[in-house]
């Protein structure tokens, strides 16, 4: 089966940041050995939660080639190629490639107003401009496209993809879309990106989790999901309501925006647990204010108390 | 606790019409006997799958008082109260009270524009109408309104609602209700609308469903129900790829409209199951067309095969 | 030409409310009368700025009643039928009809998800309701759809509507709907919604409109009407302009809903200018507060100098 | 006034391509040549419509380059910065900058998810990288952001945006961004997008537009221009009727994406026209069948009759 390695928590790593906007390179080192140690099982470079829409192609090699080597062959490395459109996205996937990436995260074309006919060529160029597996990574609220179920499962039949990042938030597309790939003969690794309702989707069939929140409870993960493969539900579920009482740390930075609040949320939560000397966020995005990042340490505090 | 009559599978139950377009009394109450003897533990009148938009005061009025006699009390009838805006919704409410109805649902006000606060004084006055429990619809492809869950929480806690009907498909937000409400002390009854993730919604705490596929398969979400009240994960997630398997009856009618697709199936598959005698929507929606129907009982032959 | 009498200036009534909540009959005449005294060719009653979705069956027909009184068919009246689907607002438009509405104003369905057969039939049905021509309300923000211009003037030629307000915003749209109709030989009498593009909408071929902020300012418009009609499009512009920088007092109301901001603006406006003795808006909508009304009050003084 | 060279019929300059994909620079040079004979007053290389999204670096270079010098400073070049943002975006600026621009275009930030103060931060970075002038280009179609009037004129007032092509199709929100920069004493040039409203748009003051068909009529716009220029409302008008019949090619190719219909329809009607030796879209657009060509060649026949 040759998703077998793409399964489990598979965070999107987040890229911390000096103060002059530069790739931290010896504390993403950290980030990740720390991930690693807590038990995930693969990690995700340049992903929305690495802010790669922030950084420019060195900064992005710089961070593909710091996380291959600080994983060490350990756990797969995926790595997001995300560009404009097949020929940019196909350079970006060659680059991470040579990089050393194991596999790529691609989405729909951006700024593009394209069809499924079209989507589906602009996969096809993608997973030919490499050797490595390719994800489709749908997810609507930044790219506008809805990745219908039949499109991703015959692409996965066809060989051009290796499974599906699914953050779309389309609960009934996500049990249409393990269901459909269960009857293809489970061609598609399905991967849920949603931190709270991973207990029920490991339930009805997904094949694993891409939790931005896996970056400050790296652990939480892993437990809810050996719990999930050892059938024990409920410890899954307690385990997830855990989980999602420290994921309300990506609602206090009241008015605004969505990468400042979710990103900054988890940047500000793992500073606050010393994973990272601070929470700089890519420019134009500013840091949370103090008041925020005091009300996101009170739930760290309160719902990982393991730590404290 | 206020809420424990409104949980477990509480389907919207269709309205069968004449050939004319009127309410088929007679069929309705055979419905609902249906309903009520394969294990429902309520009904929901006048709901989307009732077609209620389609129906006149006079029409609607004649299926709450159908549907209360037909059910005779054996389990609570909950009745939707739809309408632009806060008078007329109350109106509504005092219709249904007076024809028998044990709860009333209504959504926030349709085609009028309003903040948070306008359908927080909505939910009250709409409360104050009736001596019922009022539940609040949230299904904001229909009304445009995502309810927050504080929003949502403060209100059950205040005695102003006696629950949720969720059918915003927002798997996020539907966690972060149930958690709200747990944290709360429950005030809330937390009902999912959505047919094909009951398992895992069950999983993380949802009080019960609404499924309007619950007309063509009453027994197999009684199952459902039923398993996972026992803690078998197993066995519910086990009935619920089945009944996953048999919801594809609404993706069958390519090029129909939501409401020609969704209810049209569910109608189309109870006449092939003979549990009605024709598949008349109201008018402007016409019924499926052959083609369609056969596909939608092969469907139903493949994924009840104790019927058959 | 069918069309010719629902053309010019057509202000949207607002609807004045007592303390209570009730129509206030007085004050509506009154309004009615300064709107007719100033030169408008026609008013609508029961629109969205006339707050119909929050009023009741009974006060709808008051609303009716007083204004086709007040206008004593100097001007004709149309008058809005809006519920969810065909038999509701045929009801509507029938009762309308009774009251004395020389034409019927309606959306496509609320509330229900339609495709364009089902909507076309709606209109059909809807038109047969009552003798009255039928305009066809296209507002997306509210309704969800968008009507397209090949439906509306295939529904003028086969005598079905008598024209189109359009509230959508989509100027390709309406130029395209405005180039299609003067192709079938104009069936349709095209109106604007637009308050501050009158000028380039009757320059590419409008037929007239349907303003809000005409109940505040009916002279302004009915100047940039006739400068219009005379071909004189520098002196529209100029009218257009100073109309434009009073239309701001809509966008005063920060953080109000759509409804408060909008409506609530121009009845805080009409007050200050003493057509109505309060700015009352219909439950559960809140008057806006001193501050934006002194901000509204000075918008008025500034722009409507002839009154200071 | 810094804003002078900036106004009139400026298009976004399609990008005609070999078999094989790649820029036809021969080709350009003579779509250019066409352009700046028929009359434009500038040209704008690397917008949506001349495919940025699907061309990688090198190719934009070679787009850029082959513009300036056919163009040989008889217009200004306006040159578009795509990509996700601020840092990438002033990379993509430089480049153009050397690449001989005149001036530089760009979009809020793709794919990430920014509010307004991110979005102002963003537009000063993007300024700061070159000394070009810059404008806003406003297209929330594809880059799901309405930039708000005020932020605009503010920007505008601070030096930091020379102009703003709107691509929006916000009627309303365009010309409170026309008034408010006349109220701020005119710092920036205010463009229309959009093809088919122009007479209507130069009335309220806007000052040019940016049309993707004036890549198949630029002496079309060239006269609509000049009419509103002598205040001759009636010719603008009849010009922009033509105009618009012409626009319909856009709407030929059913059921294909947004850039196949759009561009698509440019590029085969400039082929009908003996402008551009073939069709070819980038991948992995499909050019359009022979019954849309054909059809689109009716409609140029119909509506160019001097080329017949």
């Known amino acids: 089966m040759t998703t077998t390695r793409f399964r489990g928590v598979i965070p999107p790593v987040i890229t911390p940041l000096t103060a002059e906007g530069e790739v931290d390179t010896t504390t993403l080192r ?26 420019d192609d060195a900064q992005r090699d710089v961070v593909v080639r710091t996380v291959v080597t600080a994983v060490a062959g350990r756990v797969p490395v995926l790595v997001g190629a995300i560009d404009t459109t097949s020929g940019r996205v196909a350079q970006a996937a060659r680059r991470a490639a040579e990089a050393g990436a194991d596999a790529i995260v691609a989405t729909a074309p951006l700024y593009a107003i394209n069809d499924l006919a079209e989507i589906e060529r602009h996969f096809r160029a993608v997973a030919a401009a490499t050797e490595l597996p390719l994800f489709a990574y749908d997810i609507p609220v930044r790219v506008r496209t809805k990745l219908p179920a039949d499109l991703l499962v015959r692409l996965g039949t066809d060989g051009v993809l290796a499974g599906v990042k699914d953050s779309s938030g389309d609960d009934v597309g996500f049990r249409r879309l393990v269901a459909a790939n269960v009857a293809a003969g489970r061609p598609l690794a399905v991967l ?10 490991l339930l009805l069939g997904a094949d694993g989790v891409v939790p931005g929140l896996g970056n400050v409870d790296p652990g939480g993960y892993a437990r809810l999901w050996q719990a999930a493969q050892a059938g024990d539900w409920t410890r899954a579920r307690e385990e997830q309501d855990r989980i999602a009482a420290l994921f309300e740390i990506v609602f206090q930075a009241q008015g605004r925006s969505g990468d400042a609040s979710g990103v900054g949320a988890f940047k500000t939560a793992m500073h606050h647990l010393g994973l990272i000397p601070g929470a700089t966020m890519a420019f134009p995005v500013e840091p949370l204010d103090d008041a925020t990042a005091a009300r996101i340490a009170a739930i760290v505090d309160a719902t990982m108390p393991a730590r404290v």
């Open 192 to 201: 849920t990106g949603h931190e709270v309702v991973v207990d029920g989707m």
């Open 30 to 55: 950290s980030v990740v050995e720390h991930l690693v140690s807590e038990g995930v099982d693969g990690v995700f470079a340049l992903g929305s939660t690495g802010e790669v829409a922030y950084l």
